[in-house]
């Protein structure tokens, strides 16, 4: 079974942190890309950090580097995403996915179209 479940999603004010959680099946936890994502309404789905396991190198967003940071807990099955110094503009859906693929991810966060994906958890920053 595959499996992603996110969780630690809320409403901060701008400024504010949150960290969210993906659990992951042991599947989707040895796939070679993990990453998260983001969808505001009405806007493309983007990257915001994705994890190339082999290389154990992460890529984030432009719009995130500096702020968000990812990481993994290889005990727990589970892949987190502290944000910090949120914004408006964070104000979305979350959503962690995983791709067994195995140069999928090699190159960055481009990629949108994972094998598997978690249900979301939403993000909402006030001003």
């Known amino acids: 079974q595959v499996l992603l479940v996110e969780s630690g999603g809320g409403s901060v004010q701008a400024g504010g942190s949150l960290r969210l959680s993906c659990v992951a099946s042991e599947f989707a936890y040895r796939s070679t890309c993990l990453g998260w994502f983001r969808q505001a309404p009405g806007k493309e789905r983007e990257g915001v950090a994705v994890r190339y396991q082999p290389k154990n190198r992460t890529y984030y967003g432009d719009a995130v580097t500096g702020r968000f940071f990812s990481s993994l807990d290889k005990a727990k099955n589970t892949m987190y995403l502290q944000m910090n110094s949120l914004k408006p503009e964070d104000t979305a859906m979350y959503y962690c996915?995983?791709?067994?693929?195995?140069?999928?991810?090699?190159?960055?966060?481009?990629?949108?179209?994972?094998?598997?994906w978690g249900q979301g958890t939403q993000v909402t920053v006030s001003s």
């Open positions: 996915a995983a791709d067994p693929r195995s140069s999928f991810c090699l190159y960055g966060l481009g990629a949108t179209d994972y094998r598997h």
